[in-house]
Nanobody, 117 residues
Framework: QVQLVESGGGLVQPGGSLRLSCAAS????????MGWYRQAPGKQRELVAA???????SYADFVKGRFTISRDNAKNTVYLQMNSLKPEDTAVYYC???????????WGQGTQVTVSS
């Protein structure tokens, strides 16, 4: 079992920035993918960005150039730096920790991000 604790959400004006954090209860240094997902009201949960323990990252087209995912293995924490925020980025943001072998995923409780003037 893995516990994930997200933080850093809040209310921000369009064009502003936020940094989300996701702290895991176990080591994230190997055999895993950590991802940030989001879910807006009435919409399905969607992948925003992912980071592998091997050092690869990937992004959804709608955040490329604005969001950056990073990890600090010493702190068992993954971050999502969000810049140039838009109202359509408003959603609950969830962190997922997934082991590669076995293929097993764990979710955090989510953190609300609201972009509004």
């Amino acid at each position: 079992q893995v516990q994930l604790v997200e933080s850093g959400g809040g209310l921000v004006q369009p064009g502003g920035s936020l940094r989300l954090s996701c702290a895991a209860s176990r080591s994230i240094s190997s055999n895993n993918v950590m991802g940030w997902y989001r879910q807006a009201p009435g919409k399905q949960r969607e992948l925003v960005a992912a980071s592998t323990s091997g050092g690869s990252t990937s992004y959804a087209d709608f955040v490329k150039g604005r969001f950056t995912i990073s990890r600090d293995n010493a702190k068992n924490t993954v971050y999502l730096q969000m810049n140039s925020l838009k109202p359509e980025d408003t959603a609950v943001y969830y962190c997922q920790f997934r082991t590669v072998i076995p293929n097993r995923g764990y979710w955090g409780q989510g953190t609300q991000v609201t972009v509004s003037s």
